[in-house]
């Protein structure tokens, strides 16, 4: 079976520090995979996506970068960290777009990373 | 712009109520519709809906779909306090990309 990993689970860093959330994904390949933010009172945003290894797309600018490495990883990077970077961080994957369409639609999560930026 | 809107973003009711949540879209190139509970960290999936008036159903949890008035709600019948949670609608657009478009959620408090 599927399963997915994201840590570390809580985060406290102080502004201006670096970042790095790490998220494996176990038990399939070529999965597609999300990185959302959550912020209180704002739903999920969806920050970045990969459709397979070195491809990234960023739906909105912002302070972070992405990167993926290999085919079942994503990580979440920052160089410099904001208050305003502060959230629930969370990972995701679902299969790609190959084969039977309809079975792959479900997005499955991770369990998280609460990120506060001091 | 692609949105979905959830409401109420946040309700309190009693142990046994029944609550009706709603989640409106307008996305292009729609392809289904999600519905997730989220208690303390990961969304967990409940229901996915990809054709209209075609109710789906487990336990207490019932959602239907509505692409003509583009809506979707979910309905909890008697219910409990672990229902408690803010329960999340997405929409899947088509693409090659197929992302999540998610609302903001809303927060079911259920009192004993």
């Known amino acids: 079976s599927q399963t997915i990993h994201q840590w570390p689970a809580t985060l406290v860093q102080p502004v201006g520090s670096p970042l790095s959330l790490e998220c494996t994904v176990e038990?399939?390949?070529?999965?597609?995979l999300y990185w959302y933010r959550q912020a209180a009172g704002r739903g999920l945003q969806l920050l970045f996506y990969?459709?397979?290894?070195?491809?990234i797309s960023s739906e909105v600018p912002q302070n972070l970068s992405a990167s993926r490495p290999q085919d079942r990883q994503f990580i979440l990077s920052s160089k410099k960290l904001l208050l305003s970077d502060s959230g629930f961080y969370l990972c995701?994957?679902?299969?790609?777009?190959?084969?039977?369409?309809?079975?792959?639609?479900?997005?499955?999560f991770g369990s998280g990373t609460q990120l506060s930026v001091l | 712009e692609d949105k979905v809107v959830q409401s109420p973003l946040s309700l309190v009711v009693h142990e046994g109520d029944t609550v009706t949540l709603n989640c409106s879209y307008e996305?292009?190139?729609?392809?289904?519709l999600l519905w997730y509970k989220q208690e303390k960290k990961a969304p967990t999936f409940l229901f996915m809906l990809?054709?209209?008036?075609i109710e789906k159903k487990s336990g207490r949890l019932s959602s239907i779909l509505d692409k003509k008035e583009l809506f979707s709600i979910l309905n909890i019948t008697a219910t409990q306090t672990g229902d408690s949670a803010v329960y999340l609608c997405?929409?899947?657009?088509?693409?090659?990309?197929?992302?999540?478009?998610f609302g903001k959620g809303t927060k079911l408090s259920v009192k004993p």
């Open positions: 990809t054709s209209s008036g």
């Open positions: 990969s459709v397979g290894i070195g491809q």
């Open positions: 996305v292009t190139n729609f392809r289904s």
């Open positions: 997405a929409v899947l657009r088509g693409g090659s990309q197929g992302n999540l478009i």
């Open positions: 995701a994957w679902r299969g790609g777009d190959r084969g039977r369409i309809r079975r792959n639609e479900k997005l499955f």
């Open positions: 038990g399939t390949s070529n999965p597609n």
